[in-house]
């Protein structure tokens, strides 16, 4: 009986870091909240993305949503800080937990790009999950101004292309999507 | 009675009981009740809040019903986050908004009930009026009435 307790727990132990390795991202930050001046969170997920839906096709200024690719989502969850003063932790020791995650196995860096304004310099990544198959189940989004962070990510079936679709949308910040061989 | 008019009326009774356990209804003064004790505060102006929320009810905009609308005087610092404590569980915070340049906070949760969401929005403003509006909505039909809507302009 003993032996039995044994393997299932060794299972367990074994099945863990497979567990852990999911398009979905544990998004918190710890302490940015406090600085920041304006924090908006979505987290649609399961059925409550039809009503994302909803209001997705009630936005008069976009293009109708190809409701085939929401279909296929899980789950859209963003997370948004504004800040009235550019705060010095906001590096990449803040982003640490999320780009911790990132690099597990399955997520790839596929955009860097970099702007600089007059309001300083910005910073868009994509990342995207694969599974074993080679199908994208996952795309992570980490958009950096002086003054404003953006975590997104999207769980489900959907190619780094569609994001244009949904990106000013939702909460999710309008990003750029072009190939890594256009980092500037 | 009969023994099987008995046995009919008893598996009845639990066919509606089972339907009413898989589809939880809202009781709204219930939810106020939790929300005011949770906020430190009372409702305002019940009366004329709840003759608004009979209006708010006969009418279905964009396919909503069932609207009940609750407006509290806070006092001090409230934190909307307390709101979700409230709550029975099913409940999801699907989004989070808190403006602390402008002392706003929203939060908005929903429950899926069959085929309809109700819908629960949290709203404080900077001078510490907060609203309560809850209604039920169905995802399919609301889209439906947008593209009707959206086709008609």
């Given at each position: 009986?003993?032996?039995?307790?044994?393997?299932?727990?060794?299972?367990?132990?074994?099945?863990?870091?497979?567990?852990?390795?999911?398009?979905?991202?544990?998004?918190?930050?710890?302490?940015?909240?406090?600085?920041?001046?304006?924090?908006?969170?979505?987290?649609?997920?399961?059925?409550?993305?039809?009503?994302?839906?909803?209001?997705?096709?009630?936005?008069?200024?976009?293009?109708?949503?190809?409701?085939?690719?929401?279909?296929?989502?899980?789950?859209?969850?963003?997370?948004?800080?504004?800040?009235?003063?550019?705060?010095?932790?906001?590096?990449?020791?803040?982003?640490?937990?999320?780009?911790?995650?990132?690099?597990?196995?399955?997520?790839?860096?596929?955009?860097?790009?970099?702007?600089?304004?007059?309001?300083?310099d910005e910073?868009?990544?994509?990342?995207?999950?694969?599974?074993?198959?080679?199908?994208?189940?996952?795309?992570?989004?980490?958009?950096?101004?002086?003054?404003?962070l953006s975590?997104?990510?999207?769980?489900?079936?959907?190619?780094?292309?569609?994001?244009?679709?949904?990106?000013?949308?939702?909460?999710?910040?309008?990003?750029?999507?072009?190939?890594?061989?256009?980092?500037? | 009675?009969?023994?099987?008019?008995?046995?009919?009326?008893?598996?009845?009774?639990?066919?509606?009981?089972?339907?009413?356990?898989?589809?939880?209804?809202?009781?709204?003064?219930?939810?106020?009740?939790?929300?005011?004790?949770?906020?430190?505060?009372?409702?305002?102006?019940?009366?004329?809040?709840?003759?608004?929320?009979?209006?708010?009810?006969?009418?279905?905009?964009?396919?909503?019903?069932?609207?009940?609308?609750?407006?509290?005087?806070?006092?001090?610092?409230?934190?909307?986050?307390?709101?979700?404590?409230?709550?029975?569980?099913?409940?999801?915070?699907?989004?989070?908004?808190?403006?602390?340049?402008?002392?706003?906070?929203?939060?908005?949760?929903?429950?899926?009930?069959?085929?309809?969401?109700?819908?629960?929005?949290?709203?404080?403003?900077?001078?510490?009026?907060a609203q309560?509006?809850?209604?039920?909505?169905?995802?399919?039909?609301?889209?439906?009435?947008?593209?009707?809507?959206?086709?008609?302009?």
């Amino acid at each position: 009986m003993r032996k039995r307790w044994g393997v299932l727990f060794t299972g367990l132990l074994l099945a863990a870091p497979l567990v852990a390795q999911q398009p979905r991202l544990d998004m918190h930050l710890s302490g940015l909240a406090a600085r920041a001046s304006e924090v908006n969170e979505v987290s649609l997920d399961g059925a409550a993305l039809k009503l994302g839906m909803a209001f997705l096709n009630n936005d008069s200024d976009m293009d109708r949503v190809d409701r085939e690719l929401l279909s296929k989502l899980k789950g859209i969850y963003v997370l948004n800080y504004e800040f009235d003063h550019a705060p010095p932790e906001l590096n990449d020791t803040t982003l640490a937990p999320i780009r911790q995650q990132l690099q597990a196995r399955g997520w790839s860096r596929i955009v860097t790009s970099r702007s600089s304004s007059r309001r300083g310099d910005e910073t868009d990544e994509v990342y995207v999950y694969t599974d074993a198959a080679g199908q994208i189940q996952g795309l992570a989004v980490i958009s950096r101004e002086p003054r404003e962070l953006s975590v997104v990510n999207i769980v489900g079936t959907i190619k780094p292309e569609e994001l244009t679709q949904l990106s000013g949308h939702l909460g999710i910040p309008k990003v750029d999507v072009k190939p890594k061989g256009d980092e500037q | 009675m009969k023994p099987t008019a008995l046995a009919a009326l008893a598996a009845v009774w639990l066919c509606a009981a089972n339907t009413a356990q898989a589809s939880p209804r809202l009781d709204f003064n219930q939810l106020v009740d939790r929300v005011a004790v949770a906020l430190h505060c009372r409702p305002q102006h019940p009366h004329l809040v709840g003759m608004v929320s009979f209006f708010a009810r006969l009418s279905h905009p964009h396919e909503a019903r069932g609207m009940h609308i609750a407006i509290f005087e806070t006092h001090g610092e409230s934190n909307l986050d307390a709101v979700a404590g409230a709550l029975d569980a099913g409940w999801t915070q699907i989004i989070r908004h808190d403006n602390y340049r402008d002392h706003e906070q929203a939060r908005i949760f929903v429950r899926q009930d069959g085929k309809r969401f109700q819908m629960l929005i949290a709203n404080l403003d900077d001078d510490g009026e907060a609203q309560l509006v809850t209604l039920e909505v169905a995802p399919g039909d609301l889209i439906h009435e947008l593209d009707r809507h959206r086709s008609q302009n």
